[in-house]
C-alpha cells in the first residue's frame, strides 16, 4: 500500500478533490433545481445528460491521450469541468444545464480512462489488488465528503458551486507538479455486443438493468429528497448513505460470492435491493427508515456491478476479457442514460417522490428473476472452478475492469501454483 501511495499519490489526491467536486455539483443541482423551479421531468433530462457525455467521454478519450499525452488531457478536461460549474448558477435554464452535464459527465469519464490507466501503469503484480482498492475507495470517501460540504453555505447561492470549482481547479496542481512518468496508452479492441451477449446474456441484461439503479442514485436521489420535502442536511444524508452501502456491503458479499453460485448469489441480492426500495417508498416519509432503505440499496447495487463482471469472466476466456471490457461499460452507459429520464416521469406522475423508488425496485425485481431464469437454461460453473471477485463501482471505465480482470487472473494463477 505504501508503494503504491508513493508512486501515485498525486494522481491519488487529485482525483480525491475531483471525486468531492462531482459529488458536489450532481446533489446541489438536484436541491438547486428545485429553487429555480424546475419540473421532475426537466431535472431527469439534466441527470441524464450527465451519462450521455460519460459514454461518449469513455470512447473518445483513448484516442485524445494517445495525441496528447495524459497530462494534458486531465489538466485539459479538469479547466473544463472547472469551468461549467460555475456556469450552472449563472445561467440556471434548462438547456444551458443539460449541455452542462454532457460537457461534465464527457470530462469526468474522460479523467476517470486517464487516472485508471496512469494507476495501472504505476501498480505491479504485487500490488495491483492493493492499488485498484485504494483508488475505489479514494472515489467513494470524495462524494461521501462532497455531501458534507453542502452544509457549509446556501444552496441557494453562489458559495456551494464555487467550491467545487475551486477544488477541481487544485486537483489539477499535484498532477502537474509531480515527476511521476505517464505510461504509454494502449486499448483492446472492444469485443461485438452480439459476441458478449452470447458469451453472458445475464451479465449483458444486468448491467443495462443495473445502469438504471446507478443512474437513478447518483442523479435522481437528491431530486426525490427535494420533491418529499427533506432539508439539506437530510438530503446530503441520504445521498452519502448509498455510498456507504456500497462501501461496507462490498467486500462480505465479494467473500460470499467467491463461495456459491454467482447466479444464485445475483438473484438473492437483487432481491434485498427490491427490498430495500420497497421499505423506501411505503415507508420513506420517516427518515431514519429512508436512510436504512438508502444503505440496503446502494450496498446491494455496487456488488452487483463487480458480481456481474465476475460472471461474465466466469465464461470467457482470458484472452477475451479485455476486449469484453469495453462492451460491458458500453451497455452499462446506455441503462444509465435511460435511468433518470424514466424514474423522473415516474416521480412527476401520481406516483409522487415513490416513484423513485418503485423504479429501483422494478429493476432489482427484473434481474433476481433473470437471474432465476437463466439458471435453467445454462449449468452453474462450480464455485472452486470461478474467478475471483474484484470490487468495482459504477464509475469504473473499460480500463479499469481490464485492471480488474488482471487482478483476478494473476489471483487464479497464484492460487494454481500454490503447493
Known amino acids: 500500500m505504501l508503494q503504491v501511495l508513493t508512486s501515485a499519490w498525486a494522481l491519488l489526491l487529485g482525483m480525491g478533490l475531483l471525486m468531492i467536486g462531482n459529488g458536489m455539483q450532481g446533489t446541489l443541482l438536484g436541491i438547486r433545481g428545485a429553487l429555480e423551479g424546475f419540473s421532475t421531468f426537466e431535472m431527469s433530462i439534466v441527470m441524464s445528460s450527465y451519462f450521455v457525455g460519460f459514454l461518449g467521454g469513455s470512447r473518445m478519450a483513448p484516442g485524445m491521450i494517445r495525441r496528447v499525452g495524459h497530462v494534458r488531457v486531465f489538466a485539459a478536461l479538469a479547466s473544463m469541468i472547472s469551468a461549467v460549474m460555475i456556469l450552472y448558477p449563472t445561467f440556471p435554464n434548462l438547456v444551458v444545464w443539460s449541455l452542462g452535464r454532457v460537457l461534465i459527465g464527457f470530462c469526468f469519464s474522460a479523467v476517470y480512462v486517464v487516472a485508471e490507466s496512469w494507476l495501472n501503469n504505476a ?15 479514494v472515489q467513494t470517501l470524495g462524494i461521501v465528503i462532497a455531501q458534507a460540504l453542502l452544509l457549509t453555505a446556501d444552496p441557494s447561492g453562489f458559495v456551494l458551486f464555487v467550491i467545487p470549482s475551486v477544488l477541481v481547479s487544485l486537483a489539477v496542481t499535484p498532477i502537474l507538479l509531480s515527476i511521476s512518468p505517464t505510461p504509454a496508452f494502449d486499448t483492446t479492441k472492444p469485443m461485438s455486443l ?213 487482478i483476478a487472473l494473476e489471483a487464479e494463477q497464484d492460487t494454481q501454483n500454490s503447493p
Open 123 to 137: 501498480a505491479n503484480n504485487s500490488n495491483r489488488g492493493q492499488a485498484l482498492s485504494l483508488y475505489m475507495m
Open 194 to 406: 452480439r459476441e458478449l451477449v452470447n458469451f453472458s446474456p445475464l451479465g449483458c441484461v444486468g448491467m443495462f438493468l443495473l445502469g438504471g439503479v446507478f443512474s437513478a442514485q447518483f442523479g435522481m436521489a437528491p431530486v426525490y429528497g427535494a420533491e418529499a420535502g427533506l432539508s439539506v442536511a437530510q438530503i446530503s444524508m441520504f445521498v452519502a448513505t448509498f455510498f456507504v452501502g456500497s462501501v461496507l456491503l462490498q467486500f462480505p458479499i465479494g467473500w460470499i460470492s467467491d463461495r456459491m453460485n454467482r447466479r444464485t448469489l445475483i438473484a438473492i441480492v437483487s432481491i434485498f435491493g427490491a427490498l430495500g426500495s420497497f421499505v423506501g417508498m411505503l415507508l420513506g416519509h420517516v427518515f431514519p427508515v429512508l436512510l436504512v432503505s438508502a444503505f440496503v440499496v446502494g450496498g446491494m447495487s455496487n456488488p452487483l456491478y463487480s458480481l456481474l463482471i465476475a460472471h461474465t469472466n466466469d465464461f470467457l476466456e482470458h484472452e477475451d476479457m479485455a476486449a469484453a471490457s469495453g462492451g460491458m461499460v458500453f451497455i452499462n452507459g446506455l441503462g444509465a442514460i435511460a435511468g433518470p429520464v424514466i424514474t423522473g416521469w415516474m416521480m412527476g406522475t401520481s406516483l409522487g417522490p415513490g416513484g423513485f423508488y418503485l423504479f429501483t425496485a422494478a429493476l432489482f425485481i427484473v434481474l433476481a428473476l433473470y437471474a432465476a431464469y437463466r439458471a435453467t437454461q445454462r449449468e452453474a460453473i462450480p464455485a472452486e472452478e470461478t474467478g475471483d471477485y474484484v470490487p468495482l463501482t459504477a464509475a469504473a471505465t473499460g480500463i479499469a475492469m481490464e485492471y480488474a480482470q488482471e
